[in-house]
């Protein structure tokens, strides 16, 4: 799964990466956590990339329940092109979610879970692949929402946890977000990405905690020494 997130640095750096006119004013973010409203890339209707602030939390537009969301953050990738929740905006309505990188936990025997940060060797951003959906309130307020699809782990991720996002090469951004692609060349676009273009190093369990936000969060920590 992916349960939390980083995306910081200059929005020069993450414009002119995903080709976006513009980028929405957005703090540097270490520890972002589903229901945030963080910037995601969509295909708007001329073609083009927009750039815009979007929550975590998918929530179909046919819910009767905003709450949903709040079990919608991740999409399996083996079931998205079946399972109601998912379906529509897979056919249509991909995103791509910026990331600097992202955490995961590890199941260590007899300790707490120790999380992991995981980026790209190249330390350029991730573009993981995202679905997203627009869902009226009985005010007539339209929220837009988004998940993020995941599947099985790499080389990389394999020791760490059982799951891992989908993180989309370039070439195949143009693809992914537009509503008009070949399904079949979709559906080839989910699966884990190669373990030699990531590293993934442990850091402090102080990023359990929602509420912490520092650039420390990412900072590696060495494992304890045996006595």
Known sequence: MCGRYALYGPSSRFRDHFETAAWPDFPDRYNIAPTSWVPVIRQAPDGCRSADL?????????????????????????????????????????????????????????????????????????????????????????????????????????????RMPVVLQKSDWPAWLSPEADLAHIAALVCPAPAETMEAWRVSRRVNNAREESPELIQRTEPPKLA
């Open 54 to 162: 979007v929550r975590w939390g998918l929530v179909p537009n046919w819910s009767q329940d905003p709450a949903i969301g709040a079990k919608l953050n991740n999409a399996r990738g083996e079931t998205v092109a079946e399972k109601p929740s998912f379906r529509a905006a897979y056919r249509r309505r991909r995103c791509i979610v910026p990331a600097a990188g992202y955490f995961e936990w590890q199941e260590i025997p007899g300790e707490k879970k120790q999380p992991w940060y995981i980026r790209l060797k190249s330390n350029e951003p991730m573009a993981l692949g995202g679905l997203w959906e627009s869902w009226t309130n009985p005010d007539g307020e339209i929220i837009r929402t988004f998940c993020v699809v995941t599947v099985g782990p790499n080389a990389v991720m394999a020791p760490i946890h059982e």
